[in-house]
Each structure stands twice: as structure tokens, then as C-alpha cells.
């Protein structure tokens, strides 16, 4: 369960394009942003393009809280709207950080929203600074905004601008883009984050996992390629491959944490490779127990999987207050240990007077795991056993996931002894590396990024980067 200090980006980001021109897209938006809220609570917001005239609404906040029937009535109809939920990096938050950003120009009108992280965002913003370009955010997607336009000032049409925009970039970006005729999805070469197409009757429509769909009634189609840009407009849809070829680096703590259980990805359902790093778990790191239990949510399959493979009894150990968002998403370490405290209360009948295996995704800091066993051990459990669904965290990402830097690691400041000992379990159990690779039955070859657990970046990773993080390459080497 993550509990961090300083928050980095995830977000989630949804498409339509309609052949309707008078069509309620931005409720079909909103439903889908809904789907997507775990990638992000801390803003939201939706475009929507009526014959060439874009209208957006973005506001700091949930789904359901920034929109309702009067916003989406403001907002009106069209046939092409864009969707996106974030939270920030930074502590409090800020308005003009929300997306999807609409930029006018001497061309026409652009909206675009994005999930990743760039890792030359720093060099590209100076540059266009010294150009004489004006930033009003501090994302990366304003960034990649003003690259697009500037290439669209020499170019024939937006998905020609794209492409070319592309060549400068470096990290991570799955977007979605909508000009006033058409709708473009774009996934970086690496394929670092999801995202995938789906049909909604005669509509097409874009998204960060396949669970928007379901929520819709849109179908799944597939996974835009890494590098792939889609283009839709009234003569339907087109890929452009130019940056296309390469293996792909898909983050493999989607599959752990970040995507929803329901969701497919790359061929793989979310809740196998979850079950399958359980079963995993059981195989590398068998003990004695009565029963097994999981850490809400992503925990829970993980649970499921080794209970299955070790044939102890699986249990719900853990009430769980739904109205209490991912407390790794809150800003702030004092929102975050409020919110645990009242996220999570122990079901005293399924611990008590038991050894209990406890599989969680991942231990960051170890605070919240501390917390957590207390819990159990103050209802009655008599051993507790941690079982993580990761290796552990060595290295900070740079590529848009909440891996911090190294100091704030605590797999980087103590022995798996040591940190069995923080955490007063009785015994501790990482997934291995080699496991964690295996754990998704990815169907389109597509390979994985592991740089957290083992320092292999798949991009070259500026220096200035690395000290942001308090972190330098040659730690690495």
C-alpha cells in the first residue's frame, strides 16, 4: 500500500468521437471518467467539440462532485469530447494543472489530455521559453500542447504535427488529442502507460483501460500499439506507425497496482496477473498459517492467488470504508494517515487467535504496513506474515508512477530482515523478479518496465532528473 511524501503523476484519460453531430458525448465521458477515478482524484475534466466550437469544464476534485446535470448541460452537445481524472505532484493542488488543457491558435483549436511523465520535460520547457512560449501550468501536457502547435504552424494537418512532435519527446504519454474535425490517440514508443479502442454502436471510442468501455456498453476492440498515433474523423479511423517497431516497455505495477481488476490489458486481465503473483508468492515464500488475507484492493486478488496455490483458507480480513479514496493519492502524509485510520478496520472473527498471511501490493516507506499489523495484532492475530506482490523498491520512476527516491525507500535503508523487524511482522516475502515478469500473459509481445525493481530504465534518464530525485546515475552503474 503506498504512503508517500511527494506525489508524482497518474492519471486516466478517455476519447469519443461520434458520427452524431448533435450527441451527448459529455455524459458518456463523465460515465467513463467514473470508471476511471482510481487513476486519479484530485481533479478532473471533460471537452467537448460542437462543430468545430470547444466547450470544457475542469475543476479540482472527483468525478461526481465537479460534474452534474447543470455542468453537463453547460457543456452541451457535439460529436467529439475528451475526459481526463489526475491527481498532482504537488501538495495543494492547483486548477490550472487540470486537464484536459484547450489551447487556441492561429490554426484552430486543440484540446488534448494526457497520462505519463516525461523525463526531458525540464530541457523541452526551457527551450520553449527562450522561444518565447508562455506557460500557465505546470504539466507535461502543456509541454507537448505547445511542441504540437508549434509543428502544426508548418504542417498540413494536427496528425502530422503529432508525429513530428513526437521526435522530441522522451518518457512517458498515452493522450488523447481533439482538434475541431477530428480525435487522436497517441501512445508513447515504449508503451510505458495504457490505453486501448473501443466501439460504442457506430461511436469509437478511446480510453485508458477497457473498464470505461464496460461502464458505457462500448466494446473492446484493442490496445493502441507503442508509438501508434489513431486518428478518427468522418472518414473513420487510421493508424499512422512511423514511430512504431520497437518491443514496448509496458509498466508491469499497472498489472500489480495502478489498473483496475476488471480491465484488460495488452491481451492480459488485470485480476490473473494479480492471482498469478499470488500463487507465485506461495510457490517462493511458503509458511504455516490458518488463513490468508488481502489488503484492499489491490491486495485482494493477490490473496486469492496464493490461498489457491498454498491451500490455506482465504478470508476477508479487512471492512473497507468505500467513501475513502487510495491514500496514496492524497497529497499530503497527514491526509494520508487520517485516511487510513479510517480507510481500513480489521474483521476481528476472521483474525483472531490465527497466524494470518497478509499479501499486500507493495511497501514503499513502511509506515502504513506498520500500521496495518498493529491492527491485526491488536485483534487477536498471533503471527502475521507479509507477503508483497512485488520485489522490492530501489529506485524511483521517472515514467508517471508513485515510486519515490531513494532516501524515502525503505527496501534502500534496510535488510529484509531489518525491515520484518520494522514492521514487527513475523516473517516477510518479496515476489522475485524473474516472477513478476511471468505474472501477465501479455499477447502482443510486448515487453515490461521494471526499472523500480532493478534499475533498468528503458530511456536514458537526464541527470538533472535524477537529482530532483535525489538521485544520481551513477548509484545505478
Do not use: W
Request: proline share 3%; glycine share 8%; with cysteine.
Amino acid at each position: 500500500m503506498f504512503t508517500m511524501s511527494d506525489i508524482h503523476e497518474e492519471c486516466g484519460v478517455f476519447g469519443i468521437y461520434s458520427k452524431q453531430k448533435q450527441s451527448d458525448v459529455a455524459t458518456e465521458t463523465y460515465l467513463a471518467l467514473y470508471a476511471l477515478q482510481h487513476r486519479g482524484q484530485q481533479s478532473c475534466g471533460i471537452a467537448v467539440n460542437d462543430d468545430g466550437v470547444i466547450r470544457s469544464y475542469r475543476d479540482m476534485g472527483l468525478v461526481p462532485d465537479i460534474f452534474n446535470q447543470r455542468t453537463l448541460a453547460e457543456l452541451g452537445l457535439g460529436n467529439i469530447a475528451i475526459g481526463h481524472v489526475e491527481y498532482s505532484k504537488y501538495a495543494n493542488g492547483n486548477r490550472s494543472d487540470a486537464q484536459p488543457l484547450v489551447v487556441r491558435h492561429i490554426k484552430g483549436t486543440m484540446a488534448l489530455a494526457n497520462n505519463g511523465s516525461l523525463v526531458n520535460a525540464q530541457q523541452l520547457r526551457e527551450e520553449l521559453e527562450l522561444g518565447g512560449a508562455i506557460f500557465h501550468s505546470s504539466t507535461d501536457a502543456e509541454i507537448i500542447s505547445h511542441l504540437i502547435i508549434r509543428e502544426r504552424l508548418n504542417c498540413g494537418s494536427i496528425e502530422e504535427a503529432v508525429d513530428k512532435a513526437m521526435s522530441h519527446l522522451s518518457g512517458a504519454y498515452s493522450m488523447v488529442i481533439m482538434s475541431p474535425q477530428k480525435l487522436i490517440a497517441v501512445r508513447d514508443p515504449e508503451g510505458f502507460r495504457p490505453l486501448c479502442i473501443g466501439q460504442l454502436g457506430e461511436d469509437i471510442v478511446i480510453a485508458s483501460e477497457s473498464c470505461a468501455f464496460d461502464s458505457i456498453g462500448a466494446t473492446f476492440i484493442r490496445d493502441v500499439k507503442p508509438g501508434e498515433i489513431i486518428v478518427i474523423d468522418s472518414n473513420g479511423l487510421r493508424s499512422i506507425e512511423s514511430h512504431c517497431g520497437g518491443k514496448g516497455h509496458f509498466c508491469v505495477f499497472e498489472f500489480v497496482y495502478t489498473a483496475r481488476p476488471d480491465s484488460v490489458i495488452e491481451g492480459a486481465s488485470v485480476h490473473e496477473a494479480r492471482r498469478r503473483a499470488g500463487a507465485f508468492l506461495a510457490l517462493e515464500h511458503p509458511c504455516q498459517a490458518d488463513v490468508v488475507i488481502g489488503v484492499p484492493d489491490s491486495g485482494l486478488d493477490a490473496a486469492l492467488g496464493f490461498a489457491q496455490q498454498s491451500g490455506i483458507p482465504y478470508g476477508i480480513g479487512f471492512i473497507k470504508n468505500r467513501y475513502v479514496g487510495r491514500t496514496f493519492i492524497l497529497p499530503t502524509q497527514k491526509q494520508r494517515e487520517n485516511a487510513v485510520r479510517i480507510k481500513l478496520n480489521v474483521l476481528k472473527a476472521t483474525v483472531a487467535g490465527k497466524r494470518v498471511v497478509l499479501v499486500d501490493d507493495s511497501i514503499v516507506r513502511g509506515t502504513t504496513s506498520q500500521r496495518i499489523i498493529s491492527m491485526l495484532r491488536d485483534a487477536g492475530a498471533t503471527e502475521v506474515h507479509i507477503r508483497i506482490s512485488s520485489p522490492p523498491f530501489i529506485n524511483p520512476c521517472y515514467f508517471g508512477t508513485d515510486i519515490d527516491s531513494k532516501d524515502k525507500l525503505i527496501a534502500c535503508r534496510m535488510t529484509l530482515e531489518e525491515i520484518r523487524k520494522d514492521l514487527n511482522a513475523d516473517s516477510l516475502g518479496y515476489l522475485s523478479l524473474d516472477s513478476v515478469k511471468k505474472i501477465a500473459n501479455v499477447q502482443s509481445g510486448c515487453g515490461f518496465c521494471t526499472a523500480c525493481f532493478d534499475g533498468n530504465y528503458p530511456v536514458e534518464i537526464p541527470e538533472q532528473i535524477c537529482d530532483k530525485f535525489n538521485y544520481h546515475i551513477n548509484e545505478k552503474r
